[in-house]
């Protein structure tokens, strides 16, 4: 069975078992190519189903499936279905001896110890912390030993009665020119390509835009739609749509740091 197949039939046994025992069930976390399964076998679930990452705008994200009894969740009540999802922040012990350390770093510590990579969201680094969304049940054995990242020894904390969303990445902002919102001009433009070597990026399945592969370079993107290309980065793509004097459009990269 290949990872594709084998994907869709986990999301559906778990959609299958939220239907027959009425109680929410949650998945692993789900990387780019996961999501883009989940969101092609939707359709077929016999309940609703929603993502989380732990914040709003995570790109690891859960799929909570939702029994009929449950469904009157809204949105904006999200965190009120109680995904399995702990967040610890990471510091240096001893600042003064630290070394500059990447999300590289810090996530090949953790896959060091030997968990799933299934069990582990974003890591946030920011303001000399790293931010690093767990499924609860590792929680502890992460707090226990993650002790060292590289040469710089670690403390870890779990973060407790805070605003999640409240934790989320930096960003660096460039304001460009492009000819239209079509996502060959945009990833030419965010990535420094030409419009060919963008073309090669997008049929190489390597291009999500809000979790779903895209294929066809003239596929659109709105307006504060998320832009991830694998091997790269991700970004925010903002637009007022408004036009220079020569019809470029005005668009907001908001990249990831």
Partial sequence: MDEQTLCRKRLQDL???A???EFVTFSDF?????QNIYHAAQRDFPVQTRLFGGYDGAERQMVACI???LSSYTQTETAELQYPIACLAARPQ???FAEKLS??????????LGIDRGKIGDIVCRDGAY?????????AFLMENLIRVRHTVMKVERVENVDLSGIRPEFEEKQEMIASNRIDCIIAKAYHLSRSEAAEVIAGEQVFINGRCITNCNQSCESGGIVSVRGRGRFIFE??????KKGKLRVNFKMYL
């Avoid at 789900?30 to 996961?34: I, K, R, S």
């Avoid at 999300?103 to 060091?112: E, I, K, N, S, T």
């Avoid at 931010?131 to 929680?139: A, D, M, V």
Wanted: charged residues 30%; contains cysteine; glycine residues 4%.
């Fill in 239 to 244: 637009t007022d749509e408004s036009l220079s």
């Fill in 30 to 34: 789900l990387n780019l190519n996961e």
């Fill in 94 to 96: 001893y600042e003064k």
């Fill in 103 to 112: 999300h590289r770093d810090v996530l090949g510590a953790v896959m060091h």
């Fill in 19 to 21: 239907y027959r025992r």
């Fill in 131 to 139: 931010y690093l969304f767990c499924e609860e049940g590792i929680h």
């Fill in 67 to 69: 029994p009929d009894a």
């Fill in 15 to 17: 959609a299958n078992q």
